[in-house]
């Protein structure tokens, strides 16, 4: 089901998703996150369109 939101809804959504994954690896500001706590091991399976990610950057494929 496809559901409708408007920008401020979905602000809450989105805020809401960052307190409660940031309560599961026990961090409790934006400043205690690092590397450490991301796994980005399957994305490249999850976006097709990414190559290589590190922390905060992402390098597309290259074009064959």
């Known amino acids: 089901m496809f559901v409708s939101l408007k920008a401020g809804e979905l602000m809450v959504v989105l805020k809401d998703e960052l307190e409660m994954n940031m309560r ?3 961090a ?5 996150l ?23 950057t992402c390098s597309p494929r290259s074009k064959r």
């Open 24 to 26: 599961l690896i026990g």
């Open 28 to 32: 409790r500001t934006i400043e205690e």
């Open 34 to 56: 690092d590397e450490s706590m991301v796994d980005t091991r399957a994305l490249a399976t999850h976006i097709g369109i990414i190559h290589s990610c590190s922390w905060l």
